[in-house]
């Protein structure tokens, strides 16, 4: 579902993402994590057609993002670190906003909005302006509206940020019900114990290189450990806690 080839991106002579390659399969909820600086932002806005890579390709459902951007677009959502959200519109008004850059057919569209409002516990706050809503709420409109598509690619990067216990415990599952579905969930995260949750693979970042990757099994024999994520990612990484994307 996804894939990337020989991905790089250079920054002033600085590689800021060395050469990855990686196969992401259908249905996955695949992490990627790493270090300070390791490059996973800015991989996931190359991936989200924000940057483009110096050299190498990202595939996602067989398409290259570099050729075919449109088409791209359209099976796929992207929740970022730092979402933007027009406050002066209602829930259900940015909702119905997002449905249109998307060029939504408007057969259907009332109800998928409705079952979007349901399922992440905004109902009685649909007509309510943006800007009264808290940070976590916030957050729950905006994964709710990367899914207004149904897209079959969900890229996130922190995606429980501002999220309390419930709705960060919402969030995951639906992500599980999503990969369930078939649609796959690439996030970007410094949150150990979630990655370890609720990703069936992990692929652990450092210094612009994919370092190790695999399942949690894939991982402990990689890093020569028994134990936890975080056992396993401070001794990958040399003891470098993860921390905000760069």
Known sequence: MIRFENLTK??????????????VPRGTIFGFIGPNGAGKTTTIKMMAGVLKPTRGKIYINGLD??????????????????????EKLSGI??????????????????????DLLSLFELTD????????????MKQRLIIASAM??????????????????????LVKEIFKEWANDGATVFMSTHTLALAQEVCQQIAIVDKGRIVASGTSE???????????????????????????NV
């Open 93 to 114: 008004e940015f909702l119905r906003f997002k449905a249109g850059l998307y060029r939504m057919k408007e057969n259907r569209l009332d109800e998928r909005i409705a």
């Open 148 to 169: 207004i598509h149904k897209p079959r690619v969900i890229i996130v990067d922190e995606p429980m940020v501002g999220l309390d216990p419930k709705g960060a415990k």
């Open 10 to 23: 250079i920054y002033r002579g600085t590689k800021a993402v060395d050469n990855l390659n990686l196969n």
């Open 218 to 244: 894939d991982l402990k024999k990689q890093a020569g450990v028994e134990g936890n994520l975080e056992s396993i990612f401070l001794k990958i990484t040399g003891g470098q806690y993860p921390g905000e």
């Open 65 to 86: 993002i570099a050729r075919e951007p449109s088409k791209v677009k359209r099976i796929v959502g992207f929740i970022p670190d730092r979402p933007f959200l027009y």
């Open 125 to 136: 706050w649909a007509d309510e302006l943006i800007e009264s809503y808290s940070h976590g």
